[in-house]
């Protein structure tokens, strides 16, 4: 072989093998190139689903804010009247029901400390809707919650009134007032002035008779609101059961024992034993009367607090279990 052919095959090989690891670079960097390009379709799909996501949710959270507005729309207005104290003519609602607040805590209706001199409950054989807290004559009322003035006017022995609607369907009264500084369908804020206190219609001294109630359903108003100093709502989403709307349950004397129902089952199980009034009639005697309701002359006298031998009166009311 002459050295020009080995030369020229040793130059041959070489320019193969150049070109063989020129054509395997490039295969391994398009290779990369298309697993990048590959990864970053990825990435984009990613993101692009996670903004359909977060669109997703924030329609939700839209949604979801425009209910709870058009709830508390709906609790503004329905059966909205300036003219009667009792915007429902009948009881409409069945306990349990469900009871939902925004804050934490109410607003004191008083300035001062809350001094309460009857509770909500059975008092001289009749039923205190309303909580009493002591007052001077002339001293602020506050709207306890934010709302909308339904009625301004004078109710019976509740003298000067001021009944403030708000947006979770409850509605405060404010009775025995002095002024009326609100007008009707104003719009209040929680601590808002409504008027000053005093002794006008069925009051002895001068004090706030403040009821709570639900589409008219009177509540205890202990069982919603802490009246100690800390003015704390009891929890701001609770179930209402009989046992706390009925005032047979209290005596207006008696600081009242109050479980939070937290869940309708709740309420269900302590609506079981409900007591009802009786009102004594010709020729009953509490023997018959216990025999009739299934239940002792001891129990009769021990609710009522009466003797075995107390002499019975017609027209008389006594408490007894349902
Ligand atoms: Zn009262």
Not at 127 to 150: F, T, Y
Not at 180 to 201: A, D, S, W
Not at 237 to 255: A, Q
Request: with cysteine; hydrophobic share 35%; aromatic share 10%.
């Amino acid at each position: 072989m002459s050295f020009k052919k080995f030369f020229n095959i040793v130059l041959f090989a070489t320019l193969i093998s150049i070109s063989f690891k020129v054509e395997a670079q490039q295969f391994i960097y398009s290779t990369k190139f298309k697993s990048y390009n590959t990864e970053q379709k990825k990435f984009n799909k990613a993101i692009e689903e996670a903004r359909i996501e977060l669109e997703k949710i924030e329609a939700a959270k839209k949604a979801k804010e425009a209910a709870i507005l058009a709830k508390k729309m709906a609790f503004l207005n329905e059966n909205w009247t300036n003219k009667q104290f009792f915007a429902y003519d009948r009881k409409t609602i069945k306990e349990p029901f469900h009871l939902e607040f925004d804050t934490l805590n109410y607003s004191s209706p008083i300035d001062k400390d809350k001094v309460v001199t009857s509770r909500f409950g059975w008092r001289k054989g009749r039923a205190h809707n309303g909580i009493d807290i002591d007052l001077v004559k002339g001293d602020s009322v506050r709207a306890i919650l934010p709302g909308k003035v339904r009625y301004v006017k004078w109710h019976g022995g509740h003298g000067r009134t001021v009944v403030v609607r708000h947006d979770n369907g409850l509605e405060t009264v404010y009775a025995h007032l002095t002024k009326q500084l609100v007008k009707e369908n104003q719009e209040v804020k929680q601590g808002e002035v409504l008027g000053t206190g005093g002794i006008t219609g069925n009051a002895r001294g001068s004090h706030l008779h403040l009821e709570v109630r639900y589409k008219g359903q009177p509540i205890n108003p202990e069982y919603l609101f802490d009246f100690s100093d800390t003015n704390e709502i009891r929890s701001q989403d609770l179930w209402v059961s009989r046992k706390y709307t009925n005032p047979v349950n209290f005596s207006s004397r008696r600081k009242p024992k109050i479980t939070v129902h937290n869940s309708e089952e709740e309420a269900k199980n302590a609506s079981k034993i409900q007591k009802k009034i009786y009102r004594i009639r010709r020729g009953d005697t509490l023997s018959k009367i216990a025999y009739r309701n299934n239940m002792s002359i001891t129990q009769i006298c021990k609710l009522n607090k009466i003797s075995r031998n107390k002499t019975l009166r017609i027209g008389q009311k006594l408490v007894l279990i349902e």
